[in-house]
Structures are given as C-alpha cells and as structure tokens.
C-alpha cells in the first residue's frame, strides 16, 4: 500500500502544515539552546578549574622548595585533581588543548589574584581538552620548578536537564493544541459553506448562510446567498412559467371537447376526444410538476417499511389478478424522515411503472448502512433499452418499443420522483436486471 503522508482535507493539511513548522522552530530553538548551555558548562568548568589550579598554584609559589613536597601531599585537591612537582614540564601523550578552550581557561586563571606580581608564572602550557575528557597543566613557579596539574574533565550534557524536557514537552503539547483548535476554527466556515451547497442542492429553498465572521467569510457568504437567490428566482420563474401555460391551456381543451360533441363523422369524433384527452393529461401532469417544484409539506417521521406495503395493497386492489406477483422484503418497520405524501407518489409512480410496464412489483428494502436506506422495486418486463437508460429521467421523455405507450403517462411521473428524493437527501436510479426486467433503486436518508 502507497503511503499516503499528505492529507486529503483543508484542514488537515493547514494542521500538518502548522505542525511540521512548530516542530522545525522547536527544534531549531532546542538547538540554539542546547549550544548556549555547551557554553555555559565550558565556561563553568574552565572557572572552578582556573580556580583550583590557581589556589595550588598560588599555595606552591609561596611555600619555600623544601617544603612544597610534604605541603602538597597534605592538601585536600579532590579525586578529579592530581598535582604533581617536577624539574619539567609535564611530558604527556595529549595534544595542545584547542585554541578557544585554552584561551577560555587562561581568561579564567587570569582572573584569580594570586598576592603579588613576583609570584605570577613564568611560563605555562596546557594539553588535552574536552574530546579527551582530560587536561595536564603545566606552569613554571617563580624559582624554575614546575607544578603540573592532571585534571578530569567532565562531559558536556546539553540535554542533562528534567526541568527543561518536561517545560518543553508541555510548550509543545499545548502549542500543538492550541494549532488544532485554531485550524478547525478557521476553516469551519468552509465545512458550513460545503454543508449549504449541499442543502441548496436538494433543496432550492434551503435557509440562506449567515452573514457574519470574518470579512473574507462575510463576503463568501453573501456571494453565495446571492448565487442561491437568481438560482430560486430562475427556478420559480420557469416554474410558474411552466405552471401557467398548463393552466390556461385547460379552458381552450375543454371548449375543444365541448365543440367535438357536434361533429358528425363518430371516427374523427372519437380521435379528436382521444387527442384531447392525452392533451389534458399532459396538461395535469405539467401543473403537478409545478406544485411538487414548490411543495411546503413539512417533514415528520414516518414508517417506511408500512408505506411499502401500503402501496403495494393498493396494487393489488386494483389488480387483482397480480396480487401473487406484488411482493415486499425487509423489516417489519422503519423510520425515517420525510414528507409522507411526497414520498408516497415516488413509490406510487415506481411500483406503477413495474406493474404497467412489467406485469409485477417485488419491493425490498434493505437496511444495510445506518445512515441510509435503500428500496429496490423491481419487474419481470423486457426492461429498458441501454440507450435510453440516462434520458428516462427527462421531463416528457418515453421509452419507445420497450415500453407501452398505451399504458403510460406523459414522461413526468419519474423527473417528479427524482426530484422529489433529491430533494430529500437522496435519489432515485433506474437499471436493468441481469436476468431480465428493470430495477428501480431508491436511496434516503435515515
């Protein structure tokens, strides 16, 4: 598998992003900090060393030469200090100690009065360093003689410190947090802008966004108020466009069917009758297309698997002769959300389509994801064609040789259910069954 390490949100890359970058200034500033205290532990060793090495020194120069053997040997100098009296200086296998080490520790030992000029040494040298943990003094006392000083060096820890880890680790806790809350504060109105597009387009009429927050969200906001308003107003406009013709055409067709009484000919009679009649259907059909455009039926919880079967008794009322033929599967009960009558004449219209078009109605509703439902309504008909497949969903559209156009209606009855189940949250596909006859599936929010 393909490690993905870049995220797929706004919000989490703006987070991954901060992050990243408060660890790179953590980091640079423990650096920073860990380098400062190598200095200050330089300096403090070379100061209690300087310290030392010049008490002894200064102890030595003012003893007389006879004397300096028994008085060294009974000064207490540590474990970690060895002295040592010699006609030379000290004869080691160590280096010169590096120039800033040595040049810090001579600033030291320089600083230490040592009671007169006469005693000052006449000469020193210094070996070893910090890479050997080491470092042999050697300084020449007044009368020629040497002391020369062995020293252990203790390792410089830069991290040696409790106090300092744990302030780190809560800084960076609590800077990390703090980039979080911020980052999901900042792009929430993103997520309210994707939740409103995604209302708008199941409902034209869904609650404007709150123009409020920060300017560039204000701004964002009524843009988008703006853009759902000439969208409502186009649709409305068509709408009662649409709605409106329908209605008037309704006079003309009755005085037609009104004037078709007086014409003789019973042939050209019952053709003009049987026009008309499929014109006021479509007449009906368009104004109830309107109606569903700008429905206000409130949304309550009704029990969908009871609709179901409701439905499919009403069938059967109809037809008796199919009553073995209507079927339903799934759960004695569900709940869900929606506007009852709306959500009646989608289910209506399908399992009218299977009866008319394929002669049975199996209904089956499953429940598999707890968000969603799904209604499966199929038939045993001839289904429809591949071509034809993406246009059954237009308005005034009807399948040709597949399905019958003496039992149909006027290519409303499914735009009508799509509309309605988007409307709703969800949708409505049509598809054809592997072993014959079509299927509509039908998807809605719990």
């Not at 068509?238 to 009104?258: F, Q, V």
Request: with cysteine.
């Amino acid at each position: 598998m393909k490690l993905r390490l870049w995220p797929g949100s706004l919000a989490a890359r703006t987070a991954f992003v901060l992050l990243v970058g408060l660890i790179l200034v953590q980091g640079a500033g423990l650096t920073i900090h860990a380098l400062d205290r190598l200095d200050v532990q330089r300096l403090g060793q070379a100061r209690e060393l300087a310290g030392r090495v010049v008490d002894l020194y200064r102890t030595m120069a003012l003893t007389d030469p006879p004397r300096r053997a028994a008085v060294l040997a009974g000064l207490h100098h540590g474990p970690a200090l060895v002295p040592a009296l010699s006609a030379s200086p000290p004869n080691v296998d160590l280096p010169e100690m590096p120039t800033p080490e040595q040049r810090l520790l001579r600033v030291n030992m320089n600083l230490f009065p040592l009671g007169g000029p006469n005693l000052r040494w006449r000469e020193m040298v210094i070996y070893g360093g910090h890479f050997t943990h080491k470092a042999v003094i050697g300084m020449r006392l007044p009368d020629g003689e040497w002391l020369n000083v062995s020293a252990e060096l203790q390792p410089l820890r830069p991290w040696h410190s409790p106090d300092f880890l744990v302030a780190f680790g809560l800084m960076t806790v609590t800077a990390a947090g703090l980039t979080l809350w911020s980052v999901r504060r900042l792009t929430a109105p993103v997520r309210t802008l994707a939740a409103a597009a995604e209302a708008l387009g199941r409902d034209v009429n869904a609650a404007p966004l709150p123009e409020n927050g920060p300017t560039e969200v204000a701004v964002a906001a009524v843009a988008f108020n703006t853009m759902a308003a000439r969208i409502r107003r186009f649709v409305e406009d068509r709408t009662e466009l649409l709605s409106a013709i329908g209605h008037d055409l309704r006079t003309p067709i009755t005085r037609l069917k009104l004037r078709a009484e007086f014409v003789e000919d019973e042939e050209q009679r019952g053709k003009i009758l049987a026009d008309l009649e499929e014109l006021e259907a479509m007449v009906s059909a368009t104004l109830a297309f309107g109606r569903d455009a700008r429905t206000t039926e409130p949304v309550s919880h009704l029990d969908l698997a009871e609709l179901l079967r409701t439905i499919l008794d009403e069938a059967g009322d109809a037809c008796p002769d199919l009553l073995d033929k209507l079927n339903y599967e799934g759960p004695a009960h569900v709940t869900v959300q929606a506007r009852s009558l709306s959500l009646k004449r989608v289910f209506v219209n399908l399992v009218a389509n299977a009866v008319n078009y394929g002669g049975s109605a199996r209904v089956r509703l499953v429940t598999r994801d707890p968000r969603m439902v799904t209604v499966e309504v199929e038939d045993d008909g001839p289904g429809i064609p591949p071509s034809e497949l993406d246009r059954v969903f237009e308005p005034f559209h009807r399948g040709e040789p597949s399905r019958n156009r003496e039992t149909g209606g006027v290519g409303l009855g499914l735009p009508i259910a799509r509309n309605i189940m988007r409307a709703h949250g969800g949708d409505v596909v049509i598809a054809n069954r592997p072993s014959g006859g079509a299927k509509a599936t039908v998807t809605l929010p719990v």
